[in-house]
């Protein structure tokens, strides 16, 4: 609605009039059009069938340096228990 009044009118506090219109407005308040597409079918989500089948992996960087010159951490996840192991690591 905005869009169409700016090709037609101009005023400083124009997108707050309209904001004001539209919150006191009952008709626009009863309209709730979705502007989406819709989603699709449901898949379910298969369930591997021995550990360590499915895994994710993920790197934390930018950490101060120890001793032995690690500054990130690979993160690596079991997708059927959720065990995690964090793996100290070199960015290079």
């Not at 819709?38 to 499915?54: C, D, F």
């Not at 934390?60 to 192991?85: E, N, Q």
Request: proline share 3%.
């Amino acid at each position: 609605m905005l869009t169409a009044m700016k090709k037609f009118y101009y005023g400083l506090n124009l997108n707050n009039d309209v904001a004001k219109f539209l919150a006191r407005c009952f008709d626009c308040q009863q309209v709730n059009v979705v502007c989406r597409h819709p989603g699709g079918l449901l898949h379910s989500i298969a369930i591997s069938e021995w550990k360590w089948e499915v895994i994710s992996m993920d790197f934390i960087t930018s950490f101060p340096r120890i001793v032995r010159h690690h500054d990130s951490i690979m993160v690596v996840v079991d997708g059927l228990k959720k065990v995690a192991h964090f793996i100290p690591m070199k960015s290079t």
